[in-house]
């Protein structure tokens, strides 16, 4: 199995510099970082990719016992940057995916020397005084939710869904894969996402890490930014001027920035 | 006059009717989400005033918790990415309880002067539809259900056509393999078994190969390998038991020119007598690994030719720590290539893997003899292991 093609790795910026890996969140691919890894390809060699079952992965890689744990997408992004360099990689993760990057960093150390994660949530879920935001019942009108978008996104219907004749530069590629995902697969990494605790993780992140947080994010509340920040040791927030949990799509100079100003010029 | 003719007057109608009493719910939103503007009709579907919503509420704020996560996962950023989204599911909560299900279509509209950038919704009742995905997904769901229960059938069914083999006794130990050339099936045209007679000693062992591959194969292998179990029983001996085995084959046609090899053996003594009827001899391991193969015994395949005289037999003394391998010629036989050759490359890796326990050395020897497989045949062996 060709790691890169699985997940659809595309590199940019300096050849072999530094390697910056940004991973996306649920619901999207890779072009959820069109806006931001630009600003960082002339210091860093910038790296994207897109999890099995999104995007423009392999959807034939898809396995129904790896993928339905954060483990199975940490392994994967593991090797994504195993395949890049064998030198430590700054890495930026939207949504679950910060929680996959911190997974990523305690099963294999040294594969990262910073952490900065968007929008983090270790746990979706309200457990006995921790306040994650939603019930177990509001998982399972999610999952109804995909189901019913699912069935009105069939195969025919997506090209009218997602073509955009008035804005032709964002091109084929973009309008047919992003969020178009297989809607099996869609669940499982709904579940994955949203039933996932990662709590325990936190305490054990050994690596200068910075929480990026929206002023206002329905998904991830700035409270759950502020536990996260709590309880990864010497951890940083900047809390951006921007609601919504996509600050990368709805306020890229301000996420920009906050990476910016952590993340030190490779030597 | 009528209004069809073109000549009616046209219905008062201004923008404010058009847009309040319009048959579809319209929303305009500021960049975060928040209200600012509704129709009558948004305000008749959910029971919300206006000035419950406009300034004070967002879009998502108006949808079942399950849809504020798709709106802020996959719909917001959709639209941030190429300006607008069509045909996305909502349900909007109704105040004092129940939903109203809809479909919206958002596009973004730019800055234009002193007016920040904001978004267009239309929302379109989707009461039938709702209930007609409602109905699909239930019958994708039973389809789905139906498909399991009739795979976890095949495989029951499938897999009984082979069970029932007797893997170890006193005096000896059985090891089997098996793969089918079909991929997607259980079983295919090959068969193994082995059972005690009713004597409670003697042990009888067969291998088998009906022609063909896939399910219609199968069920003749089911059929033949029952009737050898019951013919074999009586304890007449594997001659006789082939030539029966003839008489019932003759009714069956899927089964014409299958292949057996038939063995019985006493474990305390390591007698074998076995006949093969055009199948391929069965491998003699000696305790050090040294290879034989037995071709004695040898008449034609299952109804091949009109039966004369009765089917030959060969005996053979299997020593302590000695082993016969039977196996089909899916394991030997490659395109192009003389079964001679097939023979000895089982031979050699035999004797040489002989040290191993049994069930790793069967392994190593499918993998090592499948290595250079072209074509997928049924494979099956067996290896009888006298303990």
Redesign the interface.
């Known amino acids: 199995m060709d790691v890169r093609s699985r997940n659809n790795v595309v590199e940019s910026g300096v050849a072999g510099g530094q390697p910056m890996v940004f991973a996306h969140g649920f619901g999207c691919d890779q072009h959820m970082w069109r806006h931001v890894v630009p600003a960082f390809e002339n210091r860093f060699r910038t790296v994207v990719f897109d999890h099995v079952g999104f995007g423009r992965s392999d959807l034939a890689a898809f396995d129904p016992e790896r993928h339905t744990s954060l483990q199975g997408y940490a392994d994967d992004l593991i090797e994504v940057c195993v395949s890049i360099s064998p030198h430590p990689a700054v890495f930026v993760g939207h949504s679950v995916s910060a929680m996959i990057g911190v997974r990523a960093a305690l099963t294999a150390p040294g594969v990262f020397d910073r952490l900065v994660l968007i929008g983090p949530s270790p746990r979706y879920i309200d457990d006995d005084g921790y306040v994650g935001g939603f019930g177990e019942a509001d998982i399972d009108d999610l999952l109804a939710s995909l189901d019913d978008n699912y069935l009105g996104w069939s195969s025919a219907m997506a090209p009218v869904i997602m073509g955009n004749a008035d804005r032709p530069e964002l091109g084929e590629e973009l309008t047919s894969s992003f969020c178009a995902t297989d809607p099996a697969m869609a669940r499982s990494f709904a579940r994955v996402t949203f039933l996932s605790d990662s709590r325990a993780d936190l305490p054990r992140v050994a690596v200068p890490t910075l929480v990026v947080q929206s002023r206002e994010d329905a998904i991830a509340a700035p409270t759950v930014g502020a536990y996260v920040h709590d309880h990864i040791p010497g951890s940083e927030m900047v809390v951006l001027d921007a609601t919504g949990h996509c600050p990368n799509l709805s306020a890229p100079a301000e996420t920009i920035a906050a990476i910016a100003a952590f993340v030190p010029d490779p030597a | 006059m009528s209004a069809a003719d073109g000549r009616a007057p046209l219905p008062a109608e201004d923008l404010a009717t058009l847009y309040d009493e319009a048959p579809c719910a319209y929303l305009t939103t500021w ?3 928040t209200i600012a503007r509704v129709n009558q009709r948004l305000l008749v579907w959910t029971g919300w005033s206006e000035a419950d919503l406009v300034g004070r509420r967002t879009f ?1 704020d108006l949808l ?7 709106y ?3 719909y ?3 639209l ?12 909007l909560e109704v105040v004092g309880g129940g939903f109203h299900p809809v ?1 919206a279509s958002s596009c973004l509209r730019p800055a234009d002067g002193d007016v920040p950038a904001h978004v267009r919704t239309t929302l379109v009742d989707a009461t039938g539809r ?1 209930a007609y ?1 409602r109905e ?2 239930a019958a994708r769901r039973a389809a789905e259900a139906s498909e399991a229960r009739e795979r976890e059938t095949a495989i029951v069914l499938q897999r009984s056509l082979l069970a029932g083999g007797l893997e170890e006794g006193p005096g000896f130990a059985v090891e089997t393999r098996y793969r089918p050339a079909v991929e997607g099936l259980e079983v295919g045209g090959d068969w193994y078994d082995s059972f005690l007679l009713a004597d409670g000693e003697t042990l009888s062992a067969s291998v088998g190969d009906v022609v063909g591959r896939g399910l219609a194969a199968a069920a003749a292998m089911g059929q033949l390998r029952s009737a050898y179990r019951a013919l074999a029983s009586v304890g007449s001996g594997p001659s006789q038991v082939l030539d029966h085995l003839d008489d019932f084959v003759a009714r069956v046609p899927d089964a014409w020119m299958a292949t057996v090899a038939a063995l019985e053996l006493q474990p305390v003594t390591g007698h074998l007598r076995y006949a093969c009827a055009g199948h391929l001899p069965p491998l003699l391991l000696g305790p050090d690994g040294a290879p034989s193969y037995l071709w004695e015994g040898r008449s034609a395949p299952l109804a091949a030719l009109p039966r004369t005289e009765p089917r030959p037999v060969g005996e053979a003394q299997i020593e302590r720590g000695g082993r016969v391998i039977v196996f089909t010629d899916g394991l030997v036989e490659r395109p192009g290539r003389d079964i001679d050759a097939g023979l000895d490359a089982l031979a050699l890796a035999a004797s040489r893997l002989h040290a191993l326990p049994a069930a790793e050395m069967v392994d190593r020897l499918v993998e090592e003899l499948l290595a250079d497989e072209q074509t997928r045949d049924d494979v099956c062996l067996l290896a009888l292991t006298r303990t």
């Open positions: 960049m975060d989400g998502p079942r918790v399950g849809g504020r996560i798709f802020e996962t996959h917001a950023p959709l941030q990415m190429q300006e607008e989204v069509s045909d996305v599911a909502f349900d479909v709702h995905e699909l997904l």
